[in-house]
Each structure stands twice: as structure tokens, then as C-alpha cells.
């Protein structure tokens, strides 16, 4: 069975900073992999989406990379604000029929401080 | 840019009553899920449905669960006999067709069981 896990849980840094959020997952065999920012309250919303045979994506501040074989993406954000505070979710799909469900780690919470 | 939308944000139920959860999917996704996050608990897949029958599912959707599509625009979550443990914020979610479509996620409905 597919587990995600994400590091760290949680994290704070001044307005500024780079930072690198982890994901991991047991097994290889992944379609895709989809990171969201959700925040308090709120839905899902869609950042970054990197297909197996990709090894990163980027939009605008945010570089997400993917090392398949060892089971593990990255996300980078550059230039950090206030408003990249949100807890960040990773997800992987696991074949390509079309209606396949994700699953997902339990996120990063991230406080980025003024 | 078009969005999911899901009514009600919160519903309270008393224990044992059935609850309609409704969703809204982006007009030209073929693809719909409903998905579960239990308070301080991952995102869950519960079911996933296509050309109106459903495609796949969880262990977690079982008996007490079941989708339909009664109207072109309208996905609902029917939850027959609810428990406390149901007690959760339900997410809709949508994609177009075509390999590598993003999933897009509503806000959600907080269902408290009492």
C-alpha cells in the first residue's frame, strides 16, 4: 500500500528565507505527483504537477522536483512572504486511468514571519 | 477561472440521520472524487466516478455510502445512516480528461455528527 510522508510537520522562518518542504513515498511505481497549499478552513488548491517521466516543475516562486526511483519530491520555495503561510500537501497518483484517487501525506505547516 | 463549488460549508446532523453533501464540478471535467480529511488527519480518497457509475473506491466507502450524478451539473455524497465518526470536512474534487489533468478541489463542507 502507497504511504506519503512528508518533512518536516511544521516549520517557521523569516519573510525571505528559501526553504525546501520534503515528500516521500514508498512506492516508486507513481503516475503523477501534485502538490497543494491548503489554507485554514479552506480547500485544496493546486500548485504544481510533475508527471513520472518529469523530473521538476516550476511556477513562478515555486520549483517542485521529482527523484522517482528513490521515492522523493521536493518543493522549493524561493523568496518567501507572509502569504506562502498555508500547510502544504503532497500527493501521488498511482496509475493512469482516469479517475484514479490520490493520496496524500499530511503535509508541512508553514508560518512564514513578517 | 472556474472553480468547484460545494454546498452546504457546514452541516450539523444528529446521529443516524442520512446527509446529502452536494458538489459542483468545473463544467467540462469528466472526472469527479470525493475525498475525506478527519480533523487533524491526512486528505482520504473515498470514491472517484466517471460516465456516471463509479470508477473506484476506497474501503472506507462502504454500504453506508453512495454518489450520483442526478443532473449535468450536480455530484453528490450521500451518507445514509450517519455516526460520529463521519464527523469531517468532505471535499469535492474534478479533472478534465486527458492523461496528467490536475485534480481541482472545492472549499469543502464541515460535517459535525452529534
Known amino acids: 500500500k502507497q504511504e506519503v510522508t512528508q518533512i518536516p510537520a511544521a516549520l517557521s522562518v523569516p519573510e525571505g528565507e528559501n526553504l525546501v518542504l520534503n515528500c516521500s513515498f514508498t512506492d516508486s511505481a507513481i503516475y503523477n505527483l501534485q502538490w497543494f497549499r491548503q489554507d485554514p478552513g479552506k480547500g485544496l488548491t493546486s500548485l504544481l504537477l510533475?508527471?513520472?517521466?518529469?523530473r521538476e516543475q516550476t511556477s513562478g516562486r515555486l520549483n517542485a522536483s521529482l527523484d522517482k526511483s528513490s521515492g522523493r519530491s521536493t518543493l522549493y520555495i524561493a523568496a518567501s512572504q507572509p502569504g506562502d503561510s498555508a500547510t502544504y500537501l503532497c500527493?501521488?497518483?498511482?496509475?493512469?486511468?482516469?479517475?484514479?484517487?490520490?493520496?496524500f501525506g499530511k503535509g508541512t505547516h508553514l508560518i512564514i514571519q513578517p | 477561472e472556474p472553480e468547484v463549488t460545494q454546498t452546504p460549508s457546514h452541516q450539523v446532523t444528529q446521529m443516524g440521520q442520512e446527509v446529502i453533501l452536494r458538489c459542483v464540478p468545473i463544467?467540462?471535467?469528466?472526472?469527479f472524487y470525493w475525498y475525506r480529511q478527519i480533523l487533524g488527519q491526512k486528505v482520504e480518497f473515498l470514491v472517484s466516478?466517471?460516465?456516471?457509475?463509479?470508477?473506484?473506491k476506497s474501503e472506507i466507502f462502504d454500504d453506508q455510502f453512495s454518489v450520483e450524478r442526478p443532473d449535468g451539473s450536480n455530484f453528490t455524497l450521500k451518507i445514509r445512516s450517519t455516526k460520529l465518526e463521519d464527523s469531517a470536512m468532505y471535499f469535492c474534487?474534478?479533472?478534465?480528461?486527458?492523461?496528467?489533468?490536475?485534480?481541482?478541489f472545492g472549499d469543502g463542507t464541515r460535517l459535525s455528527i452529534l
Open positions: 500527493a501521488v497518483r498511482i496509475s493512469g486511468g482516469g479517475a484514479d484517487g490520490l493520496t
Open positions: 463544467s467540462n471535467h469528466l472526472y
Open positions: 466516478f466517471y460516465n456516471n457509475e463509479i470508477s473506484e
Open positions: 474534487a474534478s479533472s478534465s480528461p486527458g492523461s496528467h489533468q490536475p485534480q481541482h
Open positions: 510533475i508527471q513520472s517521466s518529469q
